[in-house]
Structures are given as structure tokens and as C-alpha cells.
């Protein structure tokens, strides 16, 4: 039971961690978690690097500060996202998906429902929020006492093929565990994701890790020790609510809802 209370309290973490860094016992436990995934015949195709070096990872921070500011000045960030926002209790009790965004700077408040709009991204600009979104973001990532990169091997990750798709699978199980187990050490992960929006920076992250032709970057992920006290950044939302059994689990066909029993 500890470990299915553990998987359901599972968090991301959109706030700093602290400075310490992350002891090596617990990185190889988290390692060993990650070896410990289901694989297509016992595969084992991710590669791992973990990255403790101050320089790298400013880079890295660098990178996605850029990357987090291009796409909201772009507009791009909005747009290709927009079906995911919430932006109340109720729309987020209905639906029970998405990401309800419910902490904004003050003078963006009033035009919560407006802010993905072509006059809220006007605003956005002239406040500078995409500067400051992505000075935060290099700030969170910079701050991060560990980088994790996640890589396949591509005699394994051959996309259009079966194997491509046994592979993705196998890496999402070691990501889970990995995700699952941090919070049994204190810890928190968080994806690194704005640097896979621009090629142009993806593809200077891979060259900063010095990824080999055989294998594929994958995924960058930060993790660090929790502080007790979590300050909000300045856009933030909640995302705890799940979908209830009937809106995607089927009993028998896929025309037959599954009905909750109360506990």
C-alpha cells in the first residue's frame, strides 16, 4: 500500500529545489529504479547521463530560458497548448484534465480568460512576461543540483518500425519509476521541455552532451532535494485532478463505461 500511496501522491515539481546536491547513493538508486522497467525482450534500450557540472547545466538553463521566451513571444507556446488550459474550478472539475491556471501576476488577473488571445499576448509583450517567464525558467534550471538526460539506443529506437515503439515504451516505464521513486528520497523531477520546441536549440543540446551517432536525446529532466517551503513562480497552475474510471476506463468493449464503486 505504501508504495500505490507514493504513486498517487506523485508530483511535479515547478518550484527550486535546494542547493544541496544529490548524493550519488541516490542517484544510482534512481538508476537502478529506471533499470528495473519492463522492456521488448529485456531490451534495456534507454542510456541515462547524469549531469552535476555547474557549467553544463547553466547551459542548459540558458537554453530553455531562450527556448521558454521564444515561444511565448512567438505566440507559439499558446497555440500549440491552448486545448490544455483551464481556467476555473468548474471548467477544471468537468473536464479533469489540462492544467487549471490559477496563479498570474496581478496586472494579467483581470484578463485571465483574454491572456492567450492576440490582444493578451499584446500585453503579454508589453509587460515583458515573456522575458520574465523565461528568466524564471533559466533561474529554476540553473538552480537544479542534477540533470538527467534520457537516451535510446537507436540499434533498438528505429522510429516507424515495432521496435521504435517498444523502445518510447520501455523508456516511459524507466522515466515513471525514476519519477515515481524520487519522492521516497525527498526529492522532486521536473521535464525540461522548452529546448525541444526550437531544433536549433535541441540540437545544441545534444551537441553539449556530446551524443554519439548511435543514440538518440530523448529527454532532459532536473531533479533536486525538496525545500520545505515551495514559493510559486509567477505563472503556475494546479494540475492534480484526474479523469473519474467512466471517462476512459470500458468494461468488456469500448462501448461500455466502467462504473466507480464508492469505496
Known amino acids: 500500500m505504501e508504495l500505490i500511496e507514493g504513486m498517487l501522491a506523485r508530483r511535479t515539481t515547478n518550484g527550486p529545489f535546494r542547493p544541496d546536491g544529490v548524493s550519488r547513493e541516490h542517484q544510482h538508486t534512481l538508476m537502478r529504479a529506471a533499470q528495473a522497467a519492463p522492456s521488448h525482450f529485456n531490451s534495456q534500450p534507454w542510456r541515462f547521463v547524469l549531469i552535476e557540472n555547474p557549467q553544463t547545466i547553466e547551459r542548459v538553463a540558458q537554453l530553455s530560458g531562450e527556448s521558454m521566451t ?48 492576440d490582444a493578451g499576448l499584446k500585453l503579454m509583450r508589453q509587460l515583458g512576461v515573456p522575458k520574465k517567464l523565461g528568466e524564471d525558467n533559466r533561474k529554476l534550471v540553473a538552480g537544479s543540483p542534477l540533470l538527467l538526460a534520457a ?17 518510447v515504451f520501455g523508456l516511459g516505464a524507466a522515466i515513471e519509476n525514476v519519477w515515481n521513486a524520487v519522492g521516497a528520497l525527498g526529492m522532486g523531477i521536473q521535464f525540461i521541455s522548452t529546448p525541444m520546441e526550437i531544433p536549433r536549440n535541441w540540437q545544441a543540446m545534444q551537441a553539449l552532451l556530446k551524443v ?35 471517462q476512459f476506463v470500458f468494461r468488456e468493449t469500448c462501448e461500455a463505461p466502467e462504473v466507480e464503486v464508492s469505496p
Open 151 to 167: 537516451l535510446l539506443d537507436k540499434t533498438e529506437y528505429r522510429p516507424g518500425e515495432l521496435s521504435g515503439f517498444y523502445s
Open 212 to 246: 554519439p551517432p548511435e543514440l538518440e536525446l530523448m529527454a532532459v529532466y532536473r531533479l533536486g532535494y525538496l525545500p520545505e517551503d515551495q514559493a510559486r513562480p509567477s505563472i503556475d497552475w494546479s494540475s492534480r485532478h484526474r479523469k473519474r474510471l467512466e
Open 70 to 117: 521564444d515561444l511565448i513571444e512567438a505566440g507559439v507556446f499558446f497555440e500549440r497548448y491552448r486545448k490544455y488550459f483551464r481556467f476555473s474550478a468548474q471548467e477544471m472539475d468537468e473536464r479533469r484534465d489540462g492544467i487549471h491556471i490559477d496563479h498570474l501576476p496581478g496586472p494579467l488577473r483581470p484578463f485571465t480568460r483574454q491572456i492567450f488571445s
